[in-house]
């Protein structure tokens, strides 16, 4: 006997069953648990990648600078961000749950209440509606126009929103009108500072580099034209020898006061009158004889005698007194602005040799 129960145990093909059974679990079991890690792992990956969405979903709410109302499918708010807080001056947790139409300014007509709030009518058509403007209520009852638009579904936790964007309408335009505020003062600023370039500070008259473009599109238009064009040059007389008994400020009053004195006597938006350099001052005088230029030079001269003003350096008066040079170009003249101040220059000149307090003219 004991010999038969031996050789049932040794036997070999007795364990061969259960030896390919378990090797058999095993090869699953460890198939099972990769599977499953991996399984994990995309998991974990898919999670990861859902939470970034989500964090930057909510970055994008939260940043937005038009309110967003997040809402359900029956019309209460679930959720508001900041910019939606400050726009209708309400506390988050005072709108969860409520209905949407608590942000509407309604006016109470029926019928214009329920168009106002079948906007509110969300369905499952995509992108409802195009911009519309709407009139909405802050928590104190003050009323102001905001642009909404309502957005199509989206799935958030598995529920439905759809999000309302309000844009308000109000602020936009006081930044506009801000705008367009400030684009005045740069246009102003820049006439200004075209101002400063083109006018001589001391005087508030042109300075030279703009008379010397003036005068060639002058001498320009003449040519066109066929007109007569007139240059006037004056000297303020002994101002040097004024300076030297009054002084820089003296002498800065004085030509200050002579620049006025002559800019009144042109009655015309034409004429431009320019210092041409020290006690120098320029006129020129588009579409003038010369026979009208020497009617304006006389003028000029009364007015500064008229100002009775103090010059005790002066030889030929115990007043501030002008030299004076007249010329003119006529439509045969071959016309050049070198010649034409030339000619003033010369005719001024002759009224300083001559003694003075005067006017001379070369045609």
């Known amino acids: 006997m004991s010999t038969g129960l031996k050789s049932d145990v040794e036997s070999p093909t007795n364990w061969q069953p259960v030896l390919m059974t378990m090797s058999s679990v095993t090869i699953f079991l460890t198939t099972l648990f990769l599977t499953l890690g991996a399984l994990l792992r995309v998991l974990n990956r898919k999670n990861k990648h859902l939470l970034e969405k989500h964090i930057e979903c909510r970055m994008l709410f939260d940043s937005s600078r038009d309110a967003v109302v997040k809402v359900d499918q029956s019309r209460k ?45 969300f369905t499952e058509s995509g992108l409802f509606y195009n911009p519309v403007g709407l009139d909405c209520q802050r928590s104190d009852g003050s009323v102001f126009t905001a642009e909404l638009i309502v957005t199509e579904q989206v799935l958030i936790d598995q529920s439905e929103f759809f999000m309302a964007i309000f844009r308000d309408l109000s602020v936009e335009k006081s930044l506009e009108s801000e705008l367009l505020v400030m684009k005045d003062k740069l246009k102003q600023s820049n006439l200004r500072v075209k101002h400063l370039l083109q006018y001589e500070t001391l005087t508030e008259i042109t300075d030279r580099d703009l008379f010397d473009r003036r005068i060639e599109e002058e001498l320009k238009r003449a040519r066109r034209e066929n007109a007569d064009l007139s240059l006037i040059v004056c000297d303020v007389d002994y101002l040097k020898q004024f300076g030297d008994i009054k002084g820089p400020v003296g002498v800065e009053d004085v030509l200050k006061r002579v620049a006025e004195v002559i800019h009144s006597q042109l009655f015309r938006s034409v004429d431009l009158l320019a210092r041409y350099g020290g006690e120098t001052f320029s006129i020129i005088l588009p579409s003038t004889s010369l026979d009208g230029a020497l009617i304006v030079a006389n003028r000029i001269q009364n007015a500064i005698r008229g100002e009775n003003i103090p010059n005790p350096a002066s030889f030929t008066a115990d007043r501030l007194t002008l030299s004076i040079g007249v010329t003119a170009v006529h439509p045969k003249d071959h016309h050049q602005s070198g010649p034409l101040i030339e000619r003033a220059d010369q005719a001024l000149f002759l009224a300083k040799n001559k003694g003075r307090n005067r006017i001379e003219q070369i045609r």
Do not use: T, W
């Open 77 to 121: 708010i679930r959720d508001i961000n900041p910019s939606g807080e400050k726009m209708f001056n309400y506390k988050q947790a005072s709108l969860i749950g409520k209905n949407i139409n608590r942000l509407v300014a309604l006016s109470g007509d029926r019928d214009v209440d329920e168009k106002i709030m079948r906007y509110f009518h």
